[in-house]
């Protein structure tokens, strides 16, 4: 854990492992964990001791060996020790069936082939007496299924029914992460989920529950998203939960609020355009996570009237910003707002070309290219502006010193050439 | 999945941790170091969430971490854990070290190492959650604390052993461990007293 390495101590550390007492085992599968690996030569030598531990009477070595084992297990062991884990999947004790099925997730990993055989059985886990080894199962296939979401479709039934019928937070939240992945492939899935999850939503007081489910909503709608009008109930129920999660007081849950809302800002931004006010009151956070969030939020919810209020609102902070990585990030985004769909939220480019001459007055910004390269493209395609910008680019030369007198090679520079550029090119309206 | 928990003081000191993935020791010292500097900037009033950290993993990665008195507890999970389940676990992991320790401290954690991986072990296997719930991983802990009691605990350790690594003398240890056809190479280690 300091650093130092332990790997001249390894076959020490398989003799405390062989070791009678319960005490010193555990010791040694704690030293085995923190320290053996794949390139450890002594490994094969740990088989047949774990093996007589997996068998052994007291429960508790045999857990302690799976714990342990499950820290440092490699192709050759998982080959070797899968069909002792298997049949402790059906162990008496639901301690060591939940650890046996939390394991062959990472034996599958290692040894792929050990997947087909030991399926049956973790199917049956999914519908095990004990709430701890259901949720164990839940959590290994919901794994696999993340991977290769194909293969488990079939399960998608199963899972309805665990679902609708499982009170237990944890599982239902893997559960509904899972269908969140699976309903891409399946979009008839998606519209089974929508009324349960609806109900869920109402009814659920667990807010990971509820974020979650909202998620998945999402999920749902966007691959459904060939406009059918009856889901806007759906996607109005998201927004205002979404809401709520904005405006609470926990940082946290705004955090997550606003990453929703970009979510659903993609497929559907009318939706959300109805709440700009809130994002436009998250940007004053004190958090710089929210702000990032809030951000990303703006891009689609601009109009041709609201711009230039966003965008004066966005100088205030940049005015403001301490960070130079925020300031940029705002940088950034004014450009992308201003520039996106051809310029199309644009009425008046002399003010655009103001708002952009005012930026280069940024110290140690690494965008000036952006803002180069924006004064170029405006330049060149708005004829009627020429004059305006030729004027403003030849103050900006004669304010030149002061540009690059700034200790820092920034990329202010990227401007100074673009300003030239736009003199010579135009030069008919110099005065 | 879980990808590693971390536990360090206001100091950057380890205090616990466990990686489910393997990585090179330089590698684990630089992703703890790398947490605690990104850590250490947030203020106490944030969200509990980090993206970044571009050591420990690729985009889907997010540090999910809680600031207890002197201590931070960092889980770095993947887009299959859902947060605020993380953050909540980390909560039943401090109960459980409280109510195991009574009023626990970072003192105990430096002193009974062990015994908070042994907790650990019951809340996380491997990478994923096994158990959430407080009173079945005190009482799996408890179990096993009354059977090493049974057992006569660490001081009835066999007296050979004791004296064997007060005697340890490195120079002698052999260059090279053969058997069958292992061939171990044992490094060359400075004196230790």
Redesign the interface.
């Known amino acids: ?5 332990i790997s ?1 101590a390894a ?1 020490n550390i398989i003799e405390v492992m062989s070791a009678s ?4 085992k ?2 040694g599968y ?1 030293a085995a964990s ?1 320290s053996f ?2 390139g450890t ?2 490994i094969m030598l740990t088989t047949n001791q774990i093996r007589k531990d997996l068998s052994s009477p ?1 429960q ?1 070595d045999t857990g302690v060996a ?2 342990g084992l ?2 440092f297990v490699t192709p050759d062991l998982a080959r070797d020790l899968a069909n002792d884990i298997m049949t402790l999947m059906s162990h008496t004790k639901p ?1 060591i069936r ?2 046996a099925v ?2 062959m ?2 034996v599958f990993l290692k040894y792929p082939e050990s997947l087909r055989p030991a399926f049956p059985r973790l199917k049956e886990k999914l519908e095990d007496p004990d709430p ?1 080894v259901q949720s ?1 199962a839940v ?2 296939i ?2 696999l299924a ?1 991977r290769n979401p194909k293969n488990y479709l079939s399960l998608a039934p199963l899972f309805f029914k665990l679902m609708t019928s499982s009170t237990n ?2 599982v239902l ?1 893997k559960i509904i ?1 899972l269908f969140g992945a699976l309903t891409p492939l399946e979009p008839r899935l998606g519209k089974k989920l929508i009324e349960p999850l609806t109900n869920l939503i109402h009814s659920t007081s667990a ?2 529950l509820l ?2 489910c909202v998620n998945t909503v999402i999920a749902v709608l966007i691959s459904l998203s060939s406009g059918m009008p009856n889901h806007s109930a759906s996607i109005q129920l998201c927004v205002q939960k979404l809401r709520i999660l904005i405006e609470d007081s926990d ?2 849950l ?3 609020g606003l990453l929703a809302m970009s979510k659903i800002l993609k497929t559907h931004p009318k939706s959300v355009q109805s709440h700009k006010d809130l994002i436009l009151q998250c940007l004053d956070d ?5 702000r990032l969030r809030a951000l990303d939020l703006l891009y689609g919810m601009v109009s041709k009237k609201n711009l230039m209020e966003i965008v004066k609102k966005l100088m205030t902070h940049v005015d403001k910003a301490e960070g130079t990585t925020y300031r940029d990030e705002l940088l950034t985004k004014i450009i992308d707002i201003c520039s996106q769909s051809n310029y199309q939220y644009i009425t008046n480019f002399e003010w655009y070309i103001s708002i952009l001459v005012e930026l280069t007055r940024l110290e140690g910004t690494r965008h000036g290219h952006l803002i180069a390269a924006q004064m170029l493209d405006v330049a060149i395609r708005v004829k009627a502006i020429r004059k305006f910008a030729v004027s403003q680019m030849s103050a900006l030369l004669d304010s030149a010193h002061l540009l690059a007198s700034s200790t820092q090679r920034n990329g202010i520079c990227e401007v100074l050439y673009a300003a030239a550029w736009i003199c010579g090119e135009f030069s008919e309206h110099l005065q | ?1 879980i990808q590693a928990i971390l536990v360090f003081n206001n100091h950057g000191k ?1 205090r ?3 990686f ?1 993935q ?1 990585f090179v ?2 590698i ?2 630089q992703i703890v170091r790398e947490t605690f500097h990104l850590v250490l900037k947030r ?1 106490d ?6 993206e970044g950290g571009s050591l420990i993993g690729g985009s889907d990665y997010k540090l999910i971490y809680r600031h207890y008195a002197t201590l931070y507890f960092v889980f770095c999970v993947d887009s ?1 854990e ?4 993380i ?2 676990l980390i909560q039943v992991f401090v109960e459980t070290l409280d109510k195991c320790f009574e009023n626990v401290c970072e003192l105990d954690l430096i002193f009974h ?2 015994k908070v ?2 907790i650990l ?1 019951e809340v996380v ?8 719930n407080m009173n ?1 991983i005190v009482a ?1 802990i408890e ?2 604390n009354r ?2 009691k049974s ?4 001081s ?2 066999p007296a050979r052993a004791v004296s064997a690594v007060k005697n340890i003398n490195l120079p002698e240890i052999p260059r090279n ?1 053969n058997i069958g056809d ?3 190479k ?2 060359n ?1 400075s004196q230790f007293v």
């Open positions: 854990m300091l650093g130092y390495d001249w076959f007492k319960f005490t010193f555990r010791i704690l923190q690996h794949e030569d002594v007291s508790y799976l714990t499950s820290c301690y939940k650890k939390l394991i997730y990472k701890g164990a959590n290994v919901c794994e993340r937070n944890w939240i992460k807010m990971s974020y979650e940082q946290n705004k955090y997550l004190k958090d710089e996570s929210i | 999945m380890p616990l941790v466990r489910y393997r020791k330089e684990q010292q203020d009033n944030i969200c509990n969430f980090l299959s859902s947060e605020l389940g953050l909540d190492m062990d991986h042994y072990q296997m491997g990478g994923m959650v096994l158990e959430t079945e799996q179990a096993q059977l090493e057992e006569g605990g660490l009835a350790a461990i292992l061939n171990i044992v490094p280690l």
